[in-house]
């Protein structure tokens, strides 16, 4: 890719960007979160199309000029977005040859479609059977669909946009040991990634993109290429400590937690036999920033957002407190009526509306406080979205910016000002950072710290150990709905809390000390 110039209205994503790619590697793309990382890959693939870009983008040394994705496809470019293009009520078999089934006389050869299906399932070692619908696989398998679907179209450029960014470590680690099959097969691949350990893992190359322009790129193997030297591509200084500094909170631990929570239980929305929380009890202080650890299935986000409104699941017992007083939260409105907010894990379904502007997205949760005589003041809306922009550092032409053509590093920033806004004193951040680069990551960190130090109660969920040890004073860790664990900032370590996020699930008379003592029983 020679010269490269994308722009979009009152915005120039990409500025004369290079990239060259070797075949049969696999090539890393690095950047900060609107770097243009993304928007280069969709001019390769097609998504935009020849005359809309500047330069020239050649594949076996041939110029090319798609005019659409199908076009690239014909070629075997094929991207996997970070978002994955299945249709979860249709069969595994269905997705992979969707609009690309084999057929006798125009006919499609089901027989043919499953046989084809299982070999590609074989191939990328899943063990599924091809009539599997894809709304009752997870997250991890649908990648491995994804990549079979792109081996049905016979690819030889594979593009993967953030492949782990929504994966537990388990199935991040069969996806990068199938892109090394895939390499020795000859498949050529570029990732975009912002786990840099990955990087190290998997990549030959890396190439790093900052405000829309190529820096450099590095060869992986080269001891010189390190974690730091790649973080000072991207952000174009020395990062010199992933997290702020912080002092740990050191407040009288006789005063009554701003938010407590007692017994909590809540069982499976749709199977009520099954307990996703199950008699959890926990709590924190102003100022305070507690962490939530566990695997996947821990039972994590089904607590946060049962808590939240009972957004999830069927509620059983439990009670929340709110500065030593039972407060009902049955509802959101009545959640965020008594303080609480919740950032959710999944900003883009949960949280935000992305055809919405900046502007109201980050009123949302406020609008009473923003209207007179029951109307919203839009000058008043825009004037606070304006100042939430500068002081969040929200890179967007202007508040008027529908927010889905943000990055998502600039899109959590404002998930986040939107609750800020609305004044709570406990905030539960389930996974702030998840697909957020390491720039913006300790800009988020560095908002979570003020609000802690201006004596809000933060709750933080996260998959990443580091980000745990490296913000929290305290850490619950916990495993099949249950916690089983709680370990001060002192004593805490990767090791510990894996210790805990594993250990076999202990009965309330079994729990012993520094783990967290289910309460008597309350009804709300």
């Known amino acids: ?94 997705n992979i040859f969707l609009g690309n089934e084999p057929s006798r006389r125009g006919v499609i050869d089901w027989r043919e479609v499953l046989r084809r299906a299982a070999e590609l399932l074989r191939r990328v070692g899943l063990d599924e059977h091809p009539e599997t619908r894809v709304a009752d696989i997870g997250v991890g398998k649908q990648q491995l669909v994804e990549i079979a679907k792109a081996l049905a179209k016979n690819v030889r450029l594979l593009i993967l946009d953030e492949p782990t960014a929504a994966l537990n470590d388990e199935d991040s680690a069969k996806l990068l040991r199938l892109m090394r099959e895939l390499k020795d097969q000859g498949i050529t691949s570029i990732i975009i990634s912002h786990k840099l350990n990955e990087i190290a893992q998997i990549a030959d190359t890396v190439t790093i993109l900052r405000d829309g ?21 991207m952000v174009g200084r020395n990062l010199d400590s992933r997290f702020p500094d912080r002092t740990p909170y050191k407040g009288p631990a006789d005063v009554n937690p701003v938010l407590e929570i007692r017994d909590w239980t809540v069982r499976h929305p749709l199977d009520h036999s099954r307990k996703v929380v199950d008699r959890v009890s926990l709590q924190a202080r102003r100022g305070e920033i507690v962490g939530v650890a566990g695997l996947m299935g821990a039972g994590r986000t089904e607590l946060a957002m049962s808590v939240f409104g009972r957004s999830y699941g069927r509620y059983e017992q439990g009670t929340v407190l709110k500065d030593g007083r039972a407060v009902r939260t049955r509802t959101v409105p009545e959640a965020v009526a008594n303080g609480i907010a919740y950032v959710t894990e999944d900003r883009k379904r949960y949280g935000l509306n992305l055809e919405d502007s900046v502007s109201r997205n980050i009123s949302l949760a406020s609008f009473r406080t923003l209207a007179r005589r029951g109307i919203v003041d839009a000058h008043e809306e825009r004037r606070v979205a304006e100042r939430y922009r500068r002081t969040m550092g929200i890179k967007a032409p202007n508040v008027l910016e529908p927010v889905g053509r943000l990055s998502g590093g600039n899109q959590q920033k404002v998930v986040l000002s939107k609750w800020i806004l609305a004044g709570p004193d406990v905030l539960i951040l389930d996974e702030p950072t998840r697909g957020v680069d390491v720039g913006a990551k300790f800009e988020i960190y560095t908002v979570i710290d003020r609000l802690a130090a201006e004596g809000k109660a933060i709750l933080l969920i996260s998959s990443e150990l580091p980000e745990l040890l490296g913000m929290c004073d305290r850490v619950y860790t916990m495993a099949a709905g249950r916690l089983t664990g709680e370990v001060a900032r002192e004593d805490a370590t990767q090791e510990v809390l894996m210790r805990h996020m594993t250990q076999d699930i202990p009965t309330p008379s079994a729990v012993g000390a520094g783990t967290a003592t289910p309460s008597e029983g309350h009804q709300e």
Do not use: W
Not at 35 to 62: I, N, R
Not at 218 to 225: E, F, I, K
């Open 1 to 94: 890719m020679r010269a490269i110039v994308k722009t979009f209205p009152g915005v120039r994503a990409l500025s004369d960007v290079t990239l060259s790619v070797k075949r049969g590697e696999v090539h890393a793309l690095c950047g900060e979160n609107g770097a243009g990382k993304s928007t280069l890959m969709k001019v390769l693939s097609g998504v935009h199309p020849h005359g809309t870009y500047e330069g020239e983008v050649l594949f076996d040394g041939e110029p090319c000029r798609f005019k659409d994705i199908r076009a690239s496809e014909r070629h075997g470019i094929v991207i996997i977005h970070q978002e994955l293009a299945l249709v979860p009520y249709l069969s595994i078999a269905e």
């Open 213 to 233: 322009h190529s820096i450099e790129t590095l060869d992986v193997r080269d001891p010189a290429t390190t974690e730091d030297r790649i973080i000072r591509g």
